[in-house]
Nanobody, 124 residues
């Protein structure tokens, strides 16, 4: 089982960019599909983006489509979320998560391993 550590969050002005990274321990990172979730205050955790084990299939929630890009580098055990054109409504704690399988997964229940989260705050 992998352990996940997110980094790259912070405070940014609206219209700015951030790149989140999620690095996994262990040598079996490539067997996992990965997802980025976020949870805003008072709201449920929701899936923003997902990627399959080799990066050939991706998913984006409508709210971030065209602004965020998910990618992974299996040689570095890392998945990224490039966030451009940030809006105040993107403010949330962002979590990466791993699902053991060859598909692309859309339900939080498919993800068994979670990072600790990183705060993203977008000021207006």
């Amino acid at each position: 089982q992998v352990q996940l550590v997110e980094s790259g969050g912070g405070l940014v002005q609206a219209g700015g960019s951030l790149r989140l990274s999620c690095t996994a321990s262990g040598r079996t990172f490539s067997r996992y599909a990965m997802g980025w979730f976020r949870q805003a205050p008072g709201k449920e955790r929701e899936l923003m983006s997902a990627i399959n084990w080799r990066g050939s299939n991706t998913y984006y929630a409508d709210s971030i489509k065209g602004r965020f890009t998910i990618s992974r580098d299996n040689s570095k055990n890392t998945v990224y979320l490039q966030m451009n054109s940030l809006k105040p409504e993107d403010t949330a704690v962002y979590y990466c998560a791993a699902a053991d399988g060859l598909g692309t997964y859309y339900s939080s229940s498919d993800y068994k391993t979670w990072g600790q989260g990183t705060q993203v705050t977008v000021s207006s």
